[in-house]
């Protein structure tokens, strides 16, 4: 068995080698050697898009604090897509059977 990975190990990184070779001789490119992002491209950071779902995922934060039923006077609100019940002050997302209290910033 070990053998067989010493084996596997050698061919692989025999590829490689003929691989970064062929690269050398006819320069196609198969090393990268500079990445750029262009604002406005859907994934990147500038984007709307990334904007969008940095803002998101910092909105909502979970604490570890839940409780087992919700107090009254309870209504349900959908804050970036997500449905809470805010009681007075706090929010809380249904987790399972029980809820977590949330922060909304």
């Known amino acids: 068995m070990i053998n067989s990975k010493i084996k596997q190990f050698v061919i692989g990184l025999g590829a490689m080698v003929v691989v970064i070779a062929a690269d050398g001789f006819s320069g196609s490119g198969v090393i990268i050697e500079f990445a750029d992002a262009r604002i406005g491209r859907p994934l990147t950071p500038v984007s709307v898009a990334g904007v969008a779902r940095r803002t998101t995922r910092r ?34 997302q249904p987790y399972g059977n029980k809820y977590v209290i949330v922060n909304v910033d």
């Open 59 to 92: 909105t909502i934060r979970r604490t570890a604090v839940y409780a087992a039923t919700l107090p009254r006077g309870c209504s349900t609100v959908i804050i970036d897509g997500t449905s809470l019940h805010q009681c007075g002050g706090s929010y809380y």
